[in-house]
């Protein structure tokens, strides 16, 4: 381990020490005073997102706010969630406390570089936790924005920072004084890290990749559902775990649909990043943008159709609408991160379960129909960490937010998301 970062974690530590010392109220008041930084520099942080990965800026100005609502959530629920309950026994006093647990390690992604970070660091911070944050490589300046936002004036240091590649997050792991990892990202990723903190007894959330199914249902209202879907597949330039990636939709209606959608998403405007009316950017990293084209090319010989898009231009890949396509294609069966939208058809409800199923993802589904008492009576059925009705599946501080099977372990956010770095001590009295 390089001396700097060896230095960095030693200082962390140090902090912890002082930090996990600290009222619950003295924390909240820390994070005010984040949260009016934050909004104060809104305009700023978000251009430098942009500049990092190409987000359109207002959908970068978006993302600053929804980190902005976090932290009221956490600022008017925190307090509430960490004092323990009290349990009725037949001794004098049994109670449960929440103790921080030390310096918590954060490995995350570069797709939504503040969002990803705020929901990790806001909750463990405020817990008693202090942190080190290992951001994607390819948003420098993202990453040197956060540590600023991080740094108010007259608290001391609770938010560190370390550039490593990624080959050197096990190495920090092992240091004794990391007492837990969350990392956000790919599979392999995330399989390492698990392994790691595994051998090592330290506990970890998993935020990984997700095949999110959209089921439209015979009885689905298409002309309430077209927005949705088209902001489902493409916003954030499709590059989202959460994104709807798999189109499922009643037989009757998948041509209707089809013909709507596509309408849509030709409309999708690209350009000026800088321009509040973009709504298309370019994808992250051109390698990024190979890949996803490989993806459809190698679907199209094995028989699916492009309706629109289908072109790629350095990192720019247009937004794409694919149908006849089967359970073997890869952009059915893997994660395609980027702006395209896959389209299968089905014949009854039990069929689009089956389908949404067929993945060894699990992070979301959206279901959209007029029978909400049918679908409610039906969510066991389905594999995902989240089931949203008539809804696209999103992320909110106060709903848990987590996967299933190769999505991850461990959930964010909401009460959850404060209590996944802390012990959970029972205190009894005779």
Not at 76 to 96: A, F, H, P, V
Not at 192 to 206: D, F, N, Q, R, S
Not at 385 to 402: K, T
Request: hydrophobic content about 40%; some cysteine; overall charge negative.
């Amino acid at each position: 381990m390089k001396v700097d970062v060896r230095q960095t974690l030693e200082n962390a530590n140090q902090a912890f020490k002082n930090w996990k010392k600290t009222s619950v109220d003295l924390r909240i008041t820390y994070l005010e005073k984040v949260r009016e930084k934050l909004l104060s520099n809104k305009e700023d942080y978000a251009k430098r997102m942009t500049e990092d990965m190409h987000k359109p800026i207002k959908q970068a100005v978006a993302e600053v706010e929804k980190c902005s609502k976090l932290l009221t959530y956490y600022i008017e629920n925190g307090k509430n969630i960490l004092e323990g309950r009290t349990i009725k026994t037949d001794w004098s006093e049994t109670y449960t406390v929440h103790d921080p647990l030390g310096v918590i390690l954060g490995v995350m992604p570069w797709n939504f570089p503040f969002w990803q970070v705020f929901r990790f660091a806001v909750p463990t911070i405020l817990a008693g936790n202090t942190i080190v944050l290992k951001h994607a490589s390819n948003v420098p300046k993202s990453a040197t924005a956060l540590e600023e936002c991080f740094a108010i004036e007259g608290y001391k240091q609770v938010y560190y920072k370390i550039e490593i590649p990624g080959k050197d997050v096990e190495k920090v792991i092992e240091s004794p004084i990391i007492k837990g990892v969350s990392l956000t990202g790919s599979e392999p990723a995330g399989s390492a890290v698990a392994k790691k903190a595994g051998e090592l007894i330290k506990p970890v959330v998993l935020e990984l990749g997700g095949n999110n199914a959209f089921i439209i249902l015979e009885d689905a209202d298409l002309e309430k559902i077209i927005p949705v879907a088209v902001n489902a597949r493409f916003q954030n330039t499709g590059q989202s775990c959460i994104a709807a990636k798999r189109f499922l939709v009643h037989n009757t209606i998948k041509d209707t649909f089809v013909e709507k959608f596509v309408t849509e998403v030709t409309k999708l405007k690209k350009g000026d990043l800088l321009d509040y009316d973009t709504e298309i950017g370019l994808m992250a990293r051109e390698d990024l943008a190979i890949e996803l084209e490989k993806m459809m090319k190698e679907s199209i010989k094995m028989g699916a159709k492009i309706v629109c898009g289908g072109e790629r231009e350095g990192s720019f890949f247009e937004p794409t609408v694919l149908t006849n396509v089967n359970t073997a294609m890869s952009v059915f069966k893997e994660e395609t991160f980027g702006p395209l939208a896959a389209v299968v058809g089905f014949d009854s409800f039990e069929e689009a379960v089956e389908l949404s199923n067929n993945s060894h993802f699990g992070l979301g589904v959206a279901i959209f129909g007029k029978n909400t008492e049918y679908i409610k009576s039906k969510v066991h059925e389905f594999d995902e960490g989240a089931v949203y009705i008539n809804e696209m599946v999103i992320s909110d501080p106060r709903v848990p937010f987590g996967g299933n099977k190769f999505s991850g372990i461990g959930r964010e956010m909401a009460e959850e998301g404060l209590l996944s770095f802390v012990n959970k001590k029972s205190v009894v009295v005779k």
